[in-house]
């Protein structure tokens, strides 16, 4: 439901576009599924304010921005400072059969779960054809 391509090596080529910063992954790791009528990303963002979380759609373009920061301590000088820090996105193509005007979105733990329902395909159906009154 992402993309149009069916393979996971696809999905994983176009999604793990991330900007400003390649070093800045870790973070912005996702999973995505269907389960029933609704379409989940969850995108993992630990140690990430919610209220720094800004989600766009652009057309089919979904876009993730968050900012994780580090507690300022006076008078601490860190000896090894391996967790990231500072703003990145994750964009996502999304695709047609989804509906984004009905995009949810919650926070929890640390993980940030996308949930959009999957629009209902249009059926074949037959018209009747009615005879003009004379």
Known sequence: M?????TVRD?????????ESS????????????????????????????????ITVDGK??????ERTRAEREGVRYVVAERPVGAFSRQVQLSDKLDTDRLEAQY??????LS??????????K????????
């Open 2 to 6: 992402l993309l149009t391509t069916p």
């Open 11 to 19: 999905l994983e080529r176009l999604t793990a576009r991330v900007f």
């Open 23 to 54: 070093s800045r992954t870790a973070g912005a790791r996702l999973d995505a599924y269907r389960d029933n009528d609704t379409f989940f990303i969850d995108i993992d963002l630990p140690g990430v304010d919610a209220a720094s979380i800004d």
């Open 61 to 66: 373009v979904l876009t993730v921005r968050a």
């Open 108 to 113: 929890d733990k640390g993980v940030l779960t």
């Open 116 to 125: 959009i329902p999957v629009l209902e395909e249009r059926k074949p159906r």
């Open 127 to 134: 018209i009747e054809v009615t005879a003009a009154q004379a």
